[in-house]
């Protein structure tokens, strides 16, 4: 699975409440469409506005924590807006488990924040571990992800590959 697109990169640690503020849970299973508005309103204001479909959040340590309650709309908005998936230099281990369940790319690249600024494209194998700044034409090598996430990610989530196995196609 190839992660292609431009880069926001945040410092500090993103939290799951940082990437839809938690005064919109109301929203949860509800609209995702209206979710995807206010992705980012409180760490980055205009960035709805500003993004393109494919672009990549890039943060910290820590990425995604805080309570599980928050964690669906922090990555159902941002995918219903088009955000490609999140590299970080870690994650909170349930948030990411979670949006991996999901469908929603992440995966820990340490050093990424020195690797890359806002703005840049870069290009992220994560079956192979490479990344590529294709903004300064530099490369890097990390962890891998492991065959069965990527097929998990493939299928656009453990729902719907579970589906797919079980050969339910349409009928679910």
Request: hydrophobic share 40%; aromatic share 10%.
């Amino acid at each position: 699975m190839i992660l292609e697109g431009r880069v926001w990169r945040y410092a500090q640690q993103v939290r799951a409440t940082d990437l839809v503020p938690s005064r919109y849970d109301f929203l949860k299973l509800t609209d995702w469409t209206e979710c995807s508005t206010h992705v980012l309103e409180d760490l980055d204001p205009g960035f709805v506005d500003k993004m393109q479909r494919g672009d990549l959040i890039v943060g910290g340590q820590g990425f995604g924590a805080g309570h599980a309650h928050y964690f669906q709309q922090a990555f159902e908005g941002p995918r219903w807006l088009g955000v490609g998936g999140y590299l970080a230099d870690s994650f909170d281990p349930i948030f990411m488990v979670s949006a991996i369940g999901a469908g929603m790319p992440c995966w820990s690249v340490p050093g990424i924040l020195d690797f890359v600024g806002t703005g840049d494209r870069i290009r992220c194998d994560l079956a192979s571990g490479r990344i590529d700044n294709l903004t300064s034409g530099t490369s890097a090598q990390y962890r891998s992800v492991a065959p069965e996430v990527v097929e998990v990610l493939e299928a656009g989530g453990l729902d719907k590959l579970t589906v797919q196995k079980l050969g339910l196609g349409a009928k679910a």
